[in-house]
């Protein structure tokens, strides 16, 4: 075995916005799409070691396919150190409609995986009187449903991992937002939490299915001492 | 039909996206899409368009269109047209198909999402047999009328074009206007004729349809189907196939591009959101082949083989590889080995990708020393497998269908893989070539027998540890396809295809060989509607209304039910699969002409019987016809 010498990375946190049909890819095509997009504008990524080399990109949280996001994260490697503002416009460049760079700043080598860090995300969901069946949601003990995970169905309480309801910007019945437990270690997606809704609270359905879901923040820390990414610049 | 709101959009609800396997394939949004704003603003502002709207239609699913080559070049070539706004459109898949039936959502455009409908011009890309029913889902879907006699004057005119157009008869029932051969400068003609034909709408005299097919049967390539009547002898075949018009030519001759390094080439290419199955650029090497392997159509109807200098390419692969961010470039052709500058080209672009993890593909090699060391050049990543095509068991039926490769070549260059490390082989052979006896099929075995022991021989002698020997062989069935030498011949009955594959199961148990064959049944069909005429329309409609699409895929395919049609139209596929033509009879493609003469292809049969090989392009010319085109490989110094 060949040991290589250990290579500097400069790591670059970008936040991130999606929406349109961009919303519409799996975590895996979201990945490609930001490697070839990095491609493009011609950055010097760092890429991993081994026997398939891939650029080295981490997201914060994965985003699943039909939700769009004002507030996600991805640290990017690259092997020479650039100016942030030229990572944000060049990347920004280079990317399809529907996803855009909407922060950036540069982190230590040494700041531990982004992965690691998350413990909460907050979801703006949006559909025919959701407000209020997820008031009655939250007044349960317990909301026990069916999870389907790597390929099994098991049953699982949500109601420790669903942290706080509040209205949107105007106290609107149709739209409803939610804070909930997310990262590697507790994470409830919301099309578990909409699951519950019809199970629960007859809410409907075709309502559940055309559900508007964007995620509006993600967080560090312990609820609810929780801590924005978007304020750790 | 309701014109009012003539353009709008179709929206998609999130739920139904949601509930339809990989939604991306309906959301478009693609980095290097064109978008004609002016066309947008213009329809806002008037309502109305003076851009000829085209929808560029492939009857497959998103991921295997989107990995087309002819759809990247086309949809750039029509996009710099002036006055056109070229947009996409795939086949639904059957959760969309339903959905949109049920719902009453009109097939859109990836692009504006504009129904098909609404569009002047749908354009589709047929690059297999099997396809032609999805045509007709996306007209259905469309709400146009799916054969020609029945649209209207306000419908979208409906063409198409792809390598399957030599004998397009058995769809001439739902297309009204085919262009023969590379569409690249046909299509600006076409365009040209069209944007009369749209602007002649808005005046008072409206040009029809009638006259402007007339028009454009003017240019050379274009094929109006309607323009031809065909008739029939008493035993089914045809007697002549004839124009019904005046001026109209009584053949129609294949456009090709003779200067390929000035032929458009997209280096600006859409990268899809959603992984393709070839997600890769592009670099088409050259056009045609120089072999001429009697079983091969694209070997015939491509001719003559044009190839792009390496300077080009080279160029084109630093511009694509920056303007797209993908990490592979392939390099397209019909035999990669053939292309005259392979190493300069390859070591250019290798210097030029330097450290910016980019690989190159070469698919379509013959295994040599040369190769093996490119490919070990190009692949940074582990040794993937080795691909031969001998395709015949024994030399005297290689000899017969022309394939220049001898068991010593194969034998040799495998010798040097397994030294060189590789331990994965995938052989492909055809099962019921012209002449096949049960002896060359046992011989198909025989020889993959002796190249399992010439692994474990390699390893014995130069006392390497060998990893376990992968074998995949598989097997396909000959088809026997217009403008080849072999498209008089009988295709083998199933009787005979299921007996040769017992041989092959029974001679290839080992641990080390996976022996994989073709599904039967679609063989049978392809054959039919590969050689098929003009009756065959009605029965391709009434498949398609009984429900059948894609028939490509072979868990949506079936047969039976298929034949049960076939049948209750007067019609036997013994008469189209298993009936040896004599070489008088007049073929249904016998008005489409590709270059290559019949004559040719008859002195190519009789040779094959003979076992005689014939040299390729550039060791001799056989006067095929090709040099009539004026360009290529005919007027290399030889």
Sequence with gaps: MTLLAHQPAFIYRLRFSRSGSLSFIGH????????????????????????????????????????????????????????????????????????????????????????????????????????????????????????????????????????????????????????????????????????????????????????????????AGTYPDLKCFKEMI | MNRTNKYAPVVLERGDLLSVENPARYTGGEWGITIKQEVLDEIQRTGETKYIRYAFCFPDIYEIGMSNLAVRILYHVLNQCPDVWCERAFSPWKDMDRLMREKHIPLFSLESKTALRDFDILGFSLQYEMCYTNVLQMLDLSGIPLRSCDRSEDDPIITAGGPVVYNIEPMTDFLDLVMIGEGEEMIAEFMAEMKKYKDSKKTGQP????????????????????????????????????????????????????????????????????????????????????????????????????????????????????????????????????????????????????????????????????????????????KSGLTFAPEAGTQRLRDVINKGITEEDIMTSLALAFEGGWSSVKLYFMLGLPTETLEDVIGIADLVRKIEKLYFEVGRKTGQRMRRLEMTVSTSMFIPKPFTPFQ??????????????????????????????????????????????????????????????????????????????????????????IRARTPEEVFPWDHIDCGVRKDFLLRERERAYAEQTTPSCREHCEGCGAAGFGGGVCYESK
């Design chain 2, 488 to 577: 008089w011949e009988r295709q083998n009955t199933m009787d005979e295809f299921v007996q040769k594959q017992q041989i092959l199961r029974d001679r290839l148990r080992s641990k080390n060989i996976k022996y994989i064959w073709h599904d039967l049944d679609t063989s049978v069909w392809e054959v039919v509607i590969a050689r098929g005429d003009r009756r065959l329309g009605p029965v391709l409609l009434e498949g398609y209304l009984a429900g059948h699409i894609f028939d490509a895929w072979d868990d949506c395919f079936s047969l039976g039910k298929w034949m049960t049609i076939l049948e209750k139209h007067g019609l036997k596929s013994d008469f189209y699969a």
């Design chain 1, 28 to 219: 895996l095509d979201l990945m490609r799409t930001f490697e070839r997009s990095l491609r493009r504008a011609g950055f010097p990524l760092l890429h991993s070691q081994g026997y398939n080399p891939r650029p080295m990109l981490v997201f914060a949280l994965p985003l699943g396919v039909g939700i769009s996001t004002t507030d996600d994260y991805v640290d990017v490697s690259l092997a020479e150190a650039r100016d942030i503002m030229e990572v944000m416009e060049g990347l920004q460049n280079a990317l399809p409609d529907g996803l855009r760079i909407l922060d950036g700043w540069p982190v230590p080598e040494t700041g531990g995986s982004i992965m690691a860090m998350v413990t909460a995300a907050r979801y703006r969901l949006q559909a025919q009187q959701i407000f209020p069946a997820l008031q009655r949601l939250f007044l349960r003990s317990e909301v026990t449903v069916e999870k389907r995970s790597k390929g099994q169905l098991r049953m699982l309480d949500i109601r420790p991992l669903m942290l706080a309801l509040e209205h949107g910007d105007t106290e609107d019945e149709n739209e409803a937002i939610v804070l909930v437990c997310a990262g590697s270690h507790e994470n409830l997606r919301p099309d578990l939490l909409l699951q519950a809704l019809t199970a629960f609270e007859d809410f409907p359905l075709q309502n559940a299915a055309n559900c508007g879901v964007e995620r509006s923040g993600l967080y």
């Design chain 2, 207 to 382: 040009m029809t349809r009638e006259t402007f097919l007339q028009n454009a049967a003017k240019i050379e390539g274009v094929y109006i189907p309607a323009f031809y009547d065909v008739s029939y002898q008493e035993d089914g075949t045809i007697h002549d196939v004839k124009p019904n018009r005046p001026g109209i030519p009584a053949k129609i001759r294949k456009r090709v591009i003779l200067n390929m390094d000035q032929a458009p080439y997209p280096t600006q290419s859409i990268v899809p959101n959603t992984k393709i199955v070839h997600d890769r650029a592009y670099l088409e090497l050259f056009r045609g082949c120089i072999r001429g392997c009697r079983f091969c159509q694209a070997g015939f109807v491509y001719r003559p083989v044009r190839e792009k200098s390496a300077k080009v390419l080279c160029e084109q692969g630093i511009e694509i590889e920056k303007a797209t961010g993908y990490d592979e470039l392939g390099m397209l052709s019909l035999s990669t080995s053939d292309y005259s500058e392979l190493p300069g080209l390859t070591d250019s672009l290798l210097s030029a990708f330097d450290g910016h993890h980019t690989s190159l593909s070469l698919p379509s090699m013959r295994v040599d020393s040369f190769s093996l060391e490119l490919t070990e050049k190009v692949s940074e990543t582990r």
